[in-house]
Nanobody, 128 residues
Framework: QVQLVESGGGLVQAGGSLRLSCAAS???????????LGWFPQAPGKELEFVVA????????YYADSVKGRFTISRDNAKNTVYLQMNSLKPEDTAVYYC??????????????????WGQGTQVTVSS
């Protein structure tokens, strides 16, 4: 089992940037590399939304159209950490961002139900 802890959220003006991190505890680097990882924001009153996922070794990524060209996901398996670089932020990006891990699939799923482990979330607020 892996425990995920997000950090890096905050308040930023539209057009600004933030870098989110998600660190996995209770896991060795070898264990961490067995998980595909994704980021899912949840805006107030809305359901979780898929924005991006990365495969176990980082060779494959998948982005939602809404963030293509603005967000970049990466992972450092030696540090048990996945990152989300968010540029050109928009007010509609405002949400709690959750990191999630998928052990069962080797690819990059965009289905919420495919992810077994979730962090507690970090708030991102983009002001206009």
């Amino acid at each position: 089992q892996v425990q995920l802890v997000e950090s890096g959220g905050g308040l930023v003006q539209a057009g600004g940037s933030l870098r989110l991190s998600c660190a996995a505890s209770a896991a060795s680097a070898q264990t961490f590399s067995r998980y595909a990882l994704g980021w899912f924001p949840q805006a107030p009153g809305k359901e979780l939304e898929f924005v991006v996922a990365i495969s176990r070794l980082g060779g494959s990524t998948y982005y939602a159209d809404s963030v293509k060209g603005r967000f970049t996901i990466s992972r450092d398996n030696a540090k048990n950490t996945v990152y989300l670089q968010m540029n050109s932020l928009k007010p509609e990006d405002t949400a709690v961002y959750y990191c999630a891990a998928d052990l069962l699939r080797s690819g990059t799923s965009y289905y919420v139900q495919d992810y077994e482990y979730w962090g507690q979330g970090t708030q991102v607020t983009v002001s206009s």
